[in-house]
């Protein structure tokens, strides 16, 4: 049971992936590839640590690591790299 | 499992490519971060499938540092533009 | 050591590395040299050697990109002195002619991805000796000829052979002065 579960949620991460890289390849701009990126990358990554999490519990304080490292840093990079890649057309 | 790294190799292709063909180093960057969240990922699937703890610490050292450089990385080349 | 999808994963270190040296923007290449530190983590912790992959994350791929970064940065760009007074003209934009000077320096400089840097002097004087203390590798001078209203100087040979053949602005003269060593 668990384990089936474990595999739905790496599944659903691997899915979330395709859609949030998919968009890298065209010629959107920049902010546009960020957001699709930031958000649906840094879901799938965190879905398929939970399925490794549920996977093997003995590991719980590294995966929850991965997860709380995943959520914070993603978001500020979202930021950043929107700032820095945006402040080039109004100095 | 093996089926899962492979998949997610064909996916980890998709950035790489993007970034082979794309002049522009922003897209470039946004390429390199994502290839730099899904590698460590990997290796956290990697750690997972062979149960070895030392693979895995080292995974999560690489999420959280990978991305500190990728910052500074991201300001030097926006100083560089301003330039 | 039966798994298939460690041949996967070591064939993308040489796809990555092929990637990095037919880059030829070096700051394109930076970007892409992290990207190889990335892959090669990870083929270094699929392997087994994690303190290997370690070192890679953060020395191969923080520090080198840092350092290179310097690097590139200070050796990639080409220092062109003016006069204080002209550089607060050229913010202005009140004087065409040296905005369409500089344009085009950068137009020419940046197919050679090198960028200009303005470097101003209080006076003309300074400049001169500026530019023989290799302090800065061009100026650009007001010259009194009337349908030539500026004159740009070089110490750098490569430079001024670059020049000669593009900067084709009849608004500026060339001179190239050959530094006594």
């Known amino acids: ?91 | 499992m093996n089926l899962i790294l492979i998949i997610m190799l064909a996916i980890l292709l998709i950035p790489l490519y993007e970034a082979w063909q794309d002049d522009n180093i922003w897209q470039k960057v946004l390429a390199f971060s994502s290839i730099a969240s899904k590698t460590s990922i990997m290796i956290l699937i990697v750690s997972i499938l062979r149960d070895d703890w030392m693979i895995g610490v080292v995974g999560v050292i690489i999420l959280s540092v990978g991305n500190a450089a990728l910052m500074l990385l991201a300001h030097i080349i926006k100083r560089l533009n301003d330039l | 050591m039966n798994d298939s999808y460690i041949y996967v994963i070591a064939a993308l270190l040489p796809l990555t590395s092929l990637m990095l040296v037919l880059q030829s923007n070096p700051y394109h290449a930076l970007v892409v040299r992290g990207i190889v530190g990335a892959v090669a983590a990870l083929v270094y912790a699929v392997l087994g050697a994690a303190d290997v992959a370690l070192t890679e994350a953060l020395v191969g791929t923080m520090l080198a990109i840092m350092l290179y970064a310097v690097a590139v940065r200070s050796s990639l760009v080409m220092r062109l002195g003016v006069v204080a007074e002209s550089e607060a003209v050229v913010k202005a934009e009140g004087d065409r002619d040296l905005q369409d000077i500089l344009d085009h320096l950068r137009s020419i400089v940046a197919k050679r991805h090198l960028k200009l840097e303005l470097v101003s002097y209080p006076n003309e004087k300074a400049l001169q000796q500026a530019l023989i203390a290799k302090e800065i590798h061009a100026t650009c001078l007001k010259s009194e000829i009337e349908s030539q209203p500026y004159q740009t100087t070089t110490r750098v040979r490569h430079l001024y052979d670059i020049f000669q053949q593009e900067l084709t602005l009849p608004v500026t003269g060339l001179a190239y002065l050959s530094a006594e060593d």
Do not use: Q
Not at chain 1, 4 to 31: A, E, M, N, Q
């Open chain 1, 1 to 91: 049971m668990i384990n089936t579960l474990s595999y739905v949620c790496i599944g659903i991460g691997l899915f979330f992936w395709v859609w949030g890289t998919w968009p890298l390849v065209g010629d959107r701009s920049v902010l546009f590839k960020l957001h699709s990126l930031s958000v649906a990358d840094t879901l799938g990554s965190m879905s398929i640590v939970v399925g490794l999490l549920l996977k093997i519990p003995r590991e719980w304080p590294l995966l929850l690591l991965a997860i709380i490292s995943l959520a914070i840093w993603n978001t500020v990079l979202g930021y950043v790299l929107a700032y820095c890649s945006s402040s080039k057309e109004t100095p």
